[in-house]
């Protein structure tokens, strides 16, 4: 059961647009019993039965960092937890035929889209209507106008080094929860060797998903949009192989709510 002052604190999580979770015990003793967490704080409101409150707030706590949703048994009782998430932000440098497609997709998956070229004649409303924002010039002159949270996707299409070279060491220092970049094999290779001798370790240059997508064959701006949202959401969610569903055995999606049964 939701309580008043669980919708006051879930209320102040999508407010301030911090990571947080509401848990309810649907099953067994205590039954309706609920409460809500920030990922940083812990138990905000409510609570759960002092013998399974630790470790409802781990497990909760881990299903926050990848924005998932489970019911979880425990002994006698069984939880349901669901992740209260800030809206994701899509930053895009590049304002490519494919930065079209990807903002716009991009937007019908919930995010919020910023784009971003230092050519006025391709960064307009008019190609870019549905997007959060439009910025025009050079990343490093407009690098601080950008905030790069946990809740970030950077995603780089322009080729031209006066793009990479501002935006990659901004990035890496960042909490930003993907970070993507378009070219080839060799590209990547190139960039890759030239991160690690300006002092990046190899952790920090693995995080750079190059060449970016996955592998489905994309030809079109639009089929390429799709590879790369598709990773995005692989990541955002932590789950998920990329591989085809056709002849999986078990359940299709790990995920599960409190109304689903087996898919």
Do not use: C
Not at 155 to 182: N, Q, T, W
Not at 237 to 253: F, M, P, Q
Request: charge should be negative; avoid cysteine; aromatic fraction near 4%.
């Amino acid at each position: 059961m939701v309580t008043p002052a669980d919708l006051a604190a879930i209320a102040e999580l999508s407010e301030k647009e911090q990571l947080g979770a509401r848990m309810v015990v649907i099953d067994g003793p205590d039954v309706g019993q609920g409460a809500v967490v920030d990922v940083d704080r812990g138990y905000v409101s409510g609570s759960m039965p002092p013998d399974i409150a630790d470790d409802v707030l781990s497990d909760a706590h881990s299903l926050m960092m990848n924005e998932q949703n489970r019911t979880l048994t425990y002994g006698e009782r069984e939880v349901y937890i669901e992740t209260v998430a800030p809206q994701p932000h899509l930053l895009i440098f590049g304002a490519v035929h494919i930065a079209q497609s990807l903002a716009r997709i991009a937007k019908d998956l919930g995010f919020r889209v910023t784009v971003n070229d230092a050519r006025p004649v391709f960064t307009t409303r008019e190609r870019f209507p549905d997007v959060d924002s439009v910025i025009v010039g050079w990343p490093n002159e407009v690098m601080d106008e950008l905030v790069m949270d946990r809740r970030t996707y950077v995603v780089i299409l322009s080729h031209d080094a006066r793009f990479e070279e501002p935006v990659l060491p901004a990035v890496l220092a960042s909490p930003a929860r993907y970070i993507g970049a378009m070219g080839s094999r060799r590209t990547h290779i190139k960039r890759m060797e030239r991160l690690e001798a300006a002092g990046y370790t190899e952790e920090q240059i693995a995080r750079i998903h190059g060449p970016v997508g996955l592998d489905i064959g994309a030809e079109l701006p639009g089929e390429v949009a799709v590879s790369i949202l598709a990773e995005m959401i692989q990541v955002r969610y932590g789950s998920g192989s990329g591989d085809s569903l056709k002849g999986r055995s078990g359940r299709i999606h790990l995920q599960r709510t409190e109304d689903e049964g087996d898919v």
